[in-house]
Structures are given as structure tokens and as C-alpha cells.
């Protein structure tokens, strides 16, 4: 079985974008959140990456970077999955 995420990288102390509704304005905005401890930087290339990630809690397990490419997620989700 080909290992998922060939582009991963670790990521330490990552800062991420927050997306929060104003229900006011019927708009929304982004919030900067640095992240405490170690996660991944994951660029997904296939479908079946694509699919993983669709099914993780955004905002809690998978975060949209402040700059650069791919995703940041939590260690927690690549346990239990063939790497």
C-alpha cells in the first residue's frame, strides 16, 4: 500500500488562520492562532488524501496555514493509518 502524504513535512509551533462567522454582518474573518507542539504540513496529491482530509474536524485537527502550501493537521491523525 503506497503510504499516505508523500509531502509531509513537521511543522513546531505553527501559526494557522481561523475562520469566525459574524452573524452581525452576515460576513466572516480570520483570526491568527499560533499552535503549541508539533504537527504536519501535508500537501495532498491524490484523491484518497483529499478524502482523508475532508473527514477531519477543521479547526481541530486540520488547520489552514498562515503562508505557504498544504495543510496543517495533528500528529493524532496519522495514527492507526499505514505511513
Known amino acids: 500500500m ?9 511543522e513546531t ?5 481561523i475562520r469566525k462567522e459574524n452573524p452581525l454582518k452576515n460576513d466572516f474573518f ?3 492562532k499560533k499552535l503549541v507542539g508539533t504537527f504536519f504540513r501535508v500537501i495532498p496529491a491524490t484523491g484518497k488524501e483529499v478524502f482523508f482530509i475532508q ?10 496555514p498562515e503562508s505557504g502550501n498544504g495543510l496543517i493537521i495533528s500528529p493524532s ?3 492507526g493509518i499505514q505511513e
Do not use: E
Open 30 to 32: 480570520f483570526i491568527h
Open 2 to 10: 503506497k503510504k499516505l502524504f508523500q509531502q509531509k513535512s513537521v
Open 55 to 64: 473527514g477531519l474536524i477543521k479547526n481541530a485537527t486540520v488547520f489552514t
Open 77 to 79: 491523525c496519522l495514527k
Open 13 to 17: 509551533n505553527p501559526t494557522v488562520l
